[in-house]
């Protein structure tokens, strides 16, 4: 099967997308909720092939949407910010808008080598919380029974 490449360019009240058809960029926004989703679902379904979407991790702001887009069948694969960044500079795109960002992240998506990602999963977040939560009492033990550990060595002795 055929797909577009799409690219998202996420923030935390809208997300800017691009799809390239015959290389050419079209271009919209959406908001970045439930209804910005749906919305985005029904423009996308306007075009004649489904869409393989690349965007890039934006801490929390991007996960809803990922989940949006898992439940709904569209392939997305979530880059990390700095490999984007770079892949981006290297095909010469030299702009910082949304705009730009999603088409650049649209052009990653042609590239090939496209790899599904799958959203994170609560019971994955909860665990990691507590790995954190673990290792933050103890890091805050350890310095509790000597405060100068970590400390430069002048403030430690003199």
Same mark, same amino acid.
């Given at each position: 099967? +055929?797909?577009l490449p799409?690219?998202?360019?996420?923030? !935390? %009240?809208?997300? @800017?997308?691009? *799809?390239? =058809?015959?290389? !050419?960029?079209?271009?919209?926004?959406?908001?970045? @909720?439930?209804n910005?989703?749906?919305?985005?679902?029904?423009?996308?379904k &306007?075009f004649?092939?489904?869409?393989?979407?690349?965007l890039?991790?934006?801490? *929390?702001?991007?996960? #809803?949407? =990922?989940?949006? %887009?898992w +439940?709904?069948g569209? /392939? =997305?694969? *979530?880059?990390n910010a700095?490999?984007? $960044?770079?892949?981006?500079k290297?095909?010469?795109?030299?702009? $910082?808008?949304?705009?730009?960002d999603?088409?650049?992240l649209?052009?990653?998506a042609?590239?090939g080598?496209? $790899?599904?990602? #799958?959203p =994170?999963?609560? +019971?994955?977040? +909860?665990?990691?919380?507590e790995?954190?939560?673990? &290792?933050?009492?103890?890091?805050? @033990?350890?310095?509790?029974k000597?405060?100068? /550990?970590?400390a430069?060595?002048? %403030?430690?002795?003199?």
């Amino acid at each position: 099967m +055929e797909f577009l490449p799409a690219g998202i360019d996420v923030s !935390k %009240l809208w997300f @800017d997308v691009v *799809v390239l =058809v015959a290389g !050419k960029p079209y271009h919209s926004r959406f908001d970045n @909720d439930g209804n910005g989703f749906e919305a985005f679902g029904t423009w996308l379904k &306007s075009f004649p092939q489904p869409a393989r979407i690349c965007l890039e991790a934006t801490g *929390v702001y991007h996960r #809803e949407l =990922v989940s949006w %887009l898992w +439940e709904a069948g569209i /392939e =997305v694969q *979530v880059l990390n910010a700095y490999r984007a $960044k770079q892949l981006s500079k290297g095909m010469g795109f030299q702009g $910082k808008d949304d705009r730009t960002d999603a088409q650049a992240l649209a052009q990653i998506a042609g590239l090939g080598g496209f $790899k599904r990602s #799958e959203p =994170v999963r609560n +019971e994955q977040m +909860e665990a990691l919380r507590e790995v954190t939560a673990h &290792s933050t009492t103890q890091v805050r @033990d350890r310095q509790a029974k000597n405060p100068l /550990e970590g400390a430069p060595s002048q %403030l430690a002795y003199g």
